[in-house]
């Protein structure tokens, strides 16, 4: 059976922090700012129908705006959109769908600051979730690591992509509707004062 897991794990130093302005402000935007299906597409080199089929099976869901029915947009944010990348990338290099599904699983455990320093590492079957060079070193010892993916990278892409692409703002009603979000709420809270 494969299955994703953590790199073993290394007793060197950890990584070097992300720059907390950079992240603190993709954060803020994060929270304010939604792309719709067609933007979060070309950002993240993915189909409408990939998208759409994503959204529907609950591999990634908007976490903006997540609607159905004829009328309305799901919004995007920016971790989304980072997430659909690093996707896209792994199903390029042929990982299957469960090991993706998983993957996801385990990003959304991290905090968006944390994602851009994890570098996911695959041999097709398994996917690796390293943080610090000498646990990517060890699994390519191993023999483990065929590919890796560093979500700085993708970080990088994902920012400058979507800085031309237009971006929605929800309003307060549909921040209001989404009551198990703590998150939001936060973030709504801190913006109200």
């Given at each position: 059976?494969?299955?994703?897991?953590?790199?073993?794990?290394s007793h060197s130093e950890a990584p070097a922090p992300i720059?907390?302005?950079?992240?603190?402000?993709?954060?803020?935007?994060?929270?304010?700012?939604?792309?719709?299906?067609?933007?979060?597409?070309?950002?993240?080199?993915?189909?409408?129908?990939?998208?759409?089929?994503?959204?529907?099976?609950?591999?990634?869901?908007?976490?903006?705006?997540?609607?159905?029915?004829?009328?309305?947009?799901?919004?995007?944010?920016?971790?989304?959109?980072?997430?659909?990348?690093?996707?896209?990338?792994?199903?390029?290099?042929?990982?299957?769908?469960?090991?993706?599904?998983?993957?996801?699983?385990?990003?959304?455990?991290?905090?968006?600051?944390?994602?851009?320093?994890?570098?996911?590492?695959?041999?097709?079957?398994?996917?690796?979730?390293?943080?610090?060079?000498?646990?990517?070193?060890?699994?390519?010892?191993?023999?483990?690591?065929?590919?890796?993916?560093?979500?700085?990278?993708?970080?990088?892409?994902?920012?400058?992509?979507?800085?031309?692409?237009?971006?929605?703002?929800?309003?307060?009603?549909?921040?209001?509707?989404?009551?198990?979000?703590?998150?939001?709420?936060?973030?709504?809270?801190?913006?109200?004062?």
């Amino acid at each position: 059976m494969v299955s994703t897991g953590k790199a073993p794990e290394s007793h060197s130093e950890a990584p070097a922090p992300i720059d907390a302005d950079v992240t603190r402000e993709v954060e803020i935007d994060d929270a304010m700012l939604g792309y719709r299906g067609p933007a979060a597409c070309r950002a993240a080199g993915v189909t409408y129908r990939q998208l759409d089929y994503w959204a529907r099976t609950g591999l990634l869901e908007p976490s903006v705006r997540n609607v159905s029915g004829s009328g309305h947009q799901r919004l995007y944010s920016f971790r989304d959109v980072l997430v659909l990348k690093v996707i896209k990338r792994l199903l390029d290099a042929g990982v299957s769908l469960q090991q993706i599904r998983v993957a996801v699983a385990a990003l959304r455990d991290h905090g968006v600051k944390e994602l851009a320093g994890i570098t996911l590492m695959s041999d097709g079957a398994s996917v690796y979730e390293c943080t610090s060079d000498d646990q990517v070193i060890d699994l390519l010892r191993g023999g483990q690591g065929v590919f890796g993916i560093a979500l700085g990278s993708v970080w990088a892409e994902v920012e400058g992509t979507l800085a031309e692409l237009p971006g929605e703002r929800p309003d307060a009603t549909e921040i209001a509707e989404h009551p198990g979000d703590e998150l939001r709420k936060r973030r709504a809270a801190k913006r109200a004062g």
